[in-house]
């Protein structure tokens, strides 16, 4: 039981993050412009927030469902972030270098990946939502060795798809470097998270009028 529930949650967490997300620009990004070791540590640190919110979604889940004000809260905060770091990526200047970088240490790519995921609350409300499919499915999240694996699947599956990007973009790192050099890339993922933010909002107001 404890590998298919490990096994459902990789699955779906690897197919959860094939949306261009924050974490997966930025590993594409940082596999282009340092190289293959940053972009490894960034997408560990990428990957850790999926296993907190997913444990958040196991143990205060239920109480979370039943808050409403506590999940509205959520929305808008989700928004304010989306637009400020939209913001901030909007004014910096173009990153993109072609030369190769010494690999020094990870520890910052590591703490960036990590913010760039934790800054997303909205994983809370799909973990809780992945919990509540499988746990009334038949794949019982009752036992400690169960929700360990519910967690842990998290947690793999979306590394294993940045894993993924960076092999890709590696291989293709010429081609793909063509296409961004003459592109300021800050901005495309400034404008990425200004327009999800502007989406969360029409997505809210629809709710709000046509409920």
């Known amino acids: 039981m404890e590998l298919l529930i490990f096994i459902a949650a990789s699955a779906i967490s690897f197919i959860g993050s094939l949306q261009a997300g924050t974490v997966n620009i930025m590993v594409i990004k ?46 808008w905060i989700t928004i304010l972030v989306f637009i400020i ?10 990153e993109i270098q072609y030369d190769k970088v ?5 520890t910052k790519d590591f703490l960036k990946g990590f913010a760039l995921a934790i800054l997303n609350p909205q994983l809370l409300i799909f973990w809780f939502g992945v919990y509540i499919y499988l746990d009334g499915n038949g794949l019982n999240i009752n036992k400690i060795s169960s929700k360990l694996a519910f967690v842990t699947g998290a947690s793999f599956g979306a590394l294993i798809l940045l894993w993924s990007l960076i092999i890709i973009t590696h291989k293709q790192k010429d081609k793909i470097y063509l296409l961004l050099k003459n592109y300021n890339i800050n901005k495309l993922i400034g404008w990425f998270f200004i327009s999800l933010a502007l989406l969360k909002i029409l997505v809210l107001m629809f709710n709000y009028f046509y409920r």
């Open 30 to 75: 940082t596999t282009i412009s340092k190289n293959r070791n940053s972009a490894f540590w960034l997408s560990l640190g990428g990957s850790l927030p999926e296993m907190i919110y997913a444990t958040l979604a196991v143990f205060v889940g239920m109480m979370i469902e039943k808050n409403t004000l506590f999940l509205q809260s959520v929305e």
């Open 85 to 94: 770091f939209g913001l901030i990526n909007l004014s910096k200047k173009k």
């Open 102 to 106: 010494e690999y020094k240490s990870g």
